[in-house]
């Protein structure tokens, strides 16, 4: 009889020249880490409805709005889209272009509102 080992097998495909930390190794997450998740980005959406329509905490809104938003977007990236596994060097090219373009569209809002003038 042959012998059978159960292999775990990552839910998508790696590629073989960018497999997390260290070449070949393979960061398994179990399902109730993502069951667990699910249920903290419902809690957290839940928060944030509470939050808008039921608490009004006055000027400081944007502020919990603002981080209730980074920390579902944080949930999402390290465990949906595998980020948490990513080399340190792909964060050093992401997080400056997204800067760039969350800045260009700053500015391109902020210079409607300048030169927009009066209107009557």
Not at 36 to 54: E, H, K, N, R
Not at 75 to 96: A, G, Q
Request: aromatic fraction near 12%; glycine fraction near 8%.
């Amino acid at each position: 009889m042959e012998n059978r080992e159960e292999k775990i097998h990552p839910p998508f495909p790696l590629s073989p020249e960018g497999r997390g930390r260290g070449e070949g190794e393979l960061q398994m997450v179990k399902y109730r880490t993502y069951v667990f998740v699910w249920m903290g980005l419902v809690t957290l959406t839940i928060l944030t409805y509470t939050v808008a329509v039921g608490i009004h905490p006055g000027g400081w809104a944007i502020l919990v709005a603002l981080a209730i938003a980074g920390t579902k977007s944080s949930l999402v990236l390290n465990y949906f889209m595998h980020l948490k596994s990513e080399r340190l060097l792909i964060f050093k090219v992401i997080i400056p272009l997204v800067m760039a373009v969350f800045l260009v569209f700053i500015l391109l809002t902020f210079s409607d509102v300048v030169f927009r003038g009066v209107v009557e």
